[in-house]
């Protein structure tokens, strides 16, 4: 699945006018029977689109639009004003990319907030549990939005949402963002045409990069180069989870996922408030611990030896191109 997440233009308003409503009318209809009253009116869209510091997005999957956002970025706040996915297409995480990407291209943000009505728990678990957002505040008649047009009772019912931005999440989301655009349709031919494989050569120079970095750093103080190959075995790991999040296998967020969940639960003495007598029983407890992780997985390690000579071949190569001599 080929994503971005690209500026609307005027030719695209029409049918993102149009899909946007009715993705809010179908959404709004699963909460309420007999539904009238028309949800989302294009004045309330116009009105976004017209605001000071508006961006509208259109979401591009395949060449074809499945969705869009329209925000209000005003110096280090946002406000997220519309977020929706074409009718028949909910469900394949196209919102989630959405507002990844929306992350990713605005690190100047430092708060985001947006609302949703009160009912539509679907919207409350996107924004909590997939997002990251706080449900902050109540609209209702007894605490109206200070925002409200005039006159407004506040019996529209409505959660206000913010979600403070880590400067370490960000940096993470716009190189998944940069490695996107790379490899999309105008993006990088070169950088569109890699697969796991043509990326071998790469993953292993960029880890022997790393430890030149580290020899630099013991013997002149100097850090560096080793924050600069850092970020390039960074990409490589970016690389590869970007081609596997296309290929339908897992995302960036599931790799970060497995090492997290690993090391926690390798680590009972430290997570899980655990006691071992020594550290004997500290190592007895680890290999038992990877045991379990392994079972009817024990093939796997069939392959560390000839990854290993592969990957020795893959450095002589390297040598050979930077023009090093072999000892």
């Known amino acids: 699945m080929k994503f971005e997440l690209l500026p609307v233009e005027n030719i695209d308003l029409a049918d993102y006018k149009h899909d946007m409503q009715e993705a809010f009318q179908l959404g709004a ?26 961006i509208a997005y259109k979401a591009v999957v395949d060449g074809q639009m499945c969705g869009g956002a329209i ?10 004003d519309f977020l929706y996915v074409k009718s028949g297409i909910q469900s394949k995480g ?23 009505p009160y009912f539509d728990t679907r919207n409350i678990h996107f924004y909590i549990n997939r997002c990251g957002f706080s449900a902050v505040e109540f609209y209702n008649p007894k605490h109206i939005d200070p925002n409200a047009p005039e006159g407004d009772d506040g019996k529209d019912l409505f959660f206000r949402f913010e979600k403070r ?4 999440k960000s940096e993470l989301d ?7 655009k790379l490899r999309s349709e105008n993006g990088c031919s070169w950088d569109r045409a890699q697969t796991h494989s043509s990326l071998k050569a790469a993953c292993i120079e960029e880890a022997a990069e790393v430890v030149g970095g580290i020899n630099i750093l013991e013997k ?24 596997a999040e296309e290929e339908g296998m897992f995302a960036f967020e599931d790799v970060a996922k497995t090492i997290s969940d690993k090391m926690v639960r390798r680590h009972p003495h430290v997570f899980s408030g ?4 020594s550290e004997e029983e500290l190592h007895e407890a680890w290999a038992a611990i990877k045991k ?13 030896e000839s990854a290993l000579s592969e990957a020795s071949e893959l450095i002589i190569k390297a040598k050979e191109r930077k023009g090093f001599k072999s000892k």
């Open 71 to 80: 925000v209000v970025i005003n110096g280090a706040h946002g406000h997220l």
């Open 292 to 304: 379990e992780e392994k079972k009817g997985r024990e093939w796997e390690a069939d392959f560390l």
């Open 174 to 180: 716009r190189l998944k963002a940069v490695v996107e």
């Open 220 to 243: 002149t103080g100097d850090a560096a180069n080793l924050r600069e190959e850092l970020g390039d075995l960074l990409l490589q790991v970016m690389f590869h989870s970007v081609i």
């Open 165 to 168: 931005m880590s400067k370490t």
């Open 29 to 54: 209809a699963v909460w309420e029977e007999n539904l009238n009253e028309e949800i989302l009116p294009e004045s309330h869209i116009d009105k976004s689109l017209n605001a000071n510091g508006s």
């Open 274 to 277: 655990v006691k071992y007598a």
């Open 94 to 116: 196209v919102g989630q990319r959405i507002w990844n990407h929306i992350e990713a291209m605005h690190p100047e943000v430092e708060l985001w907030e947006t609302c949703t």
